[in-house]
């Protein structure tokens, strides 16, 4: 059994930052890539950012510059520094991550946590 449970949401003022992280934990042989999604109210999951097992990051434009996704293979983490918050990063944030569980490699996702952006 595999869980990911993600921390670190709650309210932020505009300008303000946030810091998200998600430990793995359970049947973990190997981790792949881990990644961070967004879903607003009324609007598709959307990918946020990806960070490969090698170290290689990728994020979507409307993050660059300031969100940097990092990870710890040492504990099975993956954190997301968000910063600049704006109002339109107001969503349920999820993790994701490819791993190898003994069986074989599969997708498994966080339950999410809210990140509000208001003053």
């Known amino acids: 059994q595999v869980q990911l449970v993600e921390s670190g949401g709650g309210l932020a003022q505009p300008g303000g930052s946030l810091r998200l992280s998600c430990a793995a934990s359970g049947s973990i042989f190997s981790i792949n890539e881990m990644d961070w999604y967004r879903q607003a109210p009324g609007k598709e999951r959307e990918l946020v950012a990806l960070?490969?097992?090698?170290?290689?990051?990728s994020y979507a434009n409307s993050v660059k510059g300031r969100f940097t996704i990092s990870r710890d293979n040492a504990k099975n983490t993956v954190y997301l520094q968000m910063n600049s918050l704006k109002p339109e990063d107001t969503a349920v944030y999820y993790c994701?991550?490819?791993?190898?569980?003994?069986?074989?490699?599969?997708?498994?996702w966080g339950q999410g946590t809210q990140v509000t952006v208001s003053s």
């Open positions: 960070i490969t097992s090698g170290g290689s990051t």
């Open positions: 994701k991550s490819n791993l190898y569980n003994g069986a074989g490699w599969y997708n498994y």
